[in-house]
């Protein structure tokens, strides 16, 4: 068994592929019309056959109350593994994106959060 798509919900599909891609640096993999929305996927260019980050609307009334409750306790939603906590959290903010959490180290590991601008906390980690 292992992991073939897992989700991020995003309040705009559109701004959230352009933050993914252009922003993080993740590849667009399936962009598939489902009525309002789409089937809409992308990839670390690491790893183009690997697990996909469904970019997931937003719209059932359970989801936006869970988002801003884990943003307000400053929960991140999902975490993503970097060579360098440190140098990612650089070059993203010279990109404009936002930390609500500057890397810290915690013991063996490095982690940073990030606003993914699309209702979310992301956190990015690396081994050390």
């Known amino acids: 068994m292992r992991i073939n798509v897992t989700n991020v919900f995003v ?6 592929l352009k933050f993914y ?3 993080l640096g993740f590849q667009a993999k399936n962009d598939i ?3 309002d929305a789409r089937w809409l996927t ?13 970019l997931e609307p937003d719209g059932h009334p359970a989801v936006r109350p869970f988002k801003e409750a884990l ?21 993203l ?4 994106v936002t930390f609500t959490q500057e890397p810290t180290r915690m013991g063996p590991v490095t982690t ?12 990015i980690a690396s081994h050390e």
Do not use: H, M, W
């Open 21 to 23: 891609t252009d922003v």
């Open 33 to 35: 019309p489902l009525g």
């Open 112 to 123: 940073a959060v990030l606003d993914d601008t699309c209702g979310n906390l992301i956190q």
């Open 71 to 91: 943003v307000a306790d400053g929960i991140p939603y999902t975490s993503f593994a970097v060579a360098d906590a440190s140098a990612e959290a650089e070059r």
């Open 42 to 54: 992308v990839v670390s260019p690491e790893e183009p056959d690997g697990t996909e980050l469904l």
């Open 11 to 16: 309040d705009d599909q559109d701004k959230a």
């Open 93 to 96: 903010r010279e990109r404009g």
